[in-house]
């Protein structure tokens, strides 16, 4: 239990670093956030808890190919933002392009072999 409360904490940590920094500094936040931190840490505690290789290949990997798809929500967004849609609507319309493509990318890779 200790060792999930740790976990808990060290990926709160991160982010709460995120969103401090990125009050004082946006593009330098957006420089933090955008490192594959939260990745890393969850390969990490992956091979702490199972240190399977292959599932680590594996989840590298399906990050790799989601990781696509879901960077237009960060130009969506802001352009939204600045067209006038309000923040809760803007957010929102660019999750549900996130999960289209999404659903999109699942179905074209798998044309190609790949399993996500």
Known sequence: MFYAIV???????L???VSETAKRSPAF?????????ISILAIVWL???????????????????????????????PALLRHGVSFW???GL????????YLLTVWI???FGIAL
Request: charged fraction near 10%; include cysteine.
């Open 47 to 77: 091979w702490r808890d199972a240190g399977d290789v292959e599932r680590i290949a594996s989840h590298a990997e399906a990050t790799f190919w989601y990781v696509i798809p879901s960077l237009p929500m960060f130009l969506v967004f």
């Open 7 to 13: 976990k808990a904490a060290l990926s709160g940590l």
């Open 15 to 17: 982010v709460m670093v």
């Open 109 to 111: 890779v798998a044309r």
């Open 29 to 37: 936040g957006a420089l933090v956030a955008s490192l594959p931190l």
């Open 89 to 91: 609507a803007a957010l």
């Open 94 to 101: 660019g999750c549900a392009l996130t999960v289209i493509l």
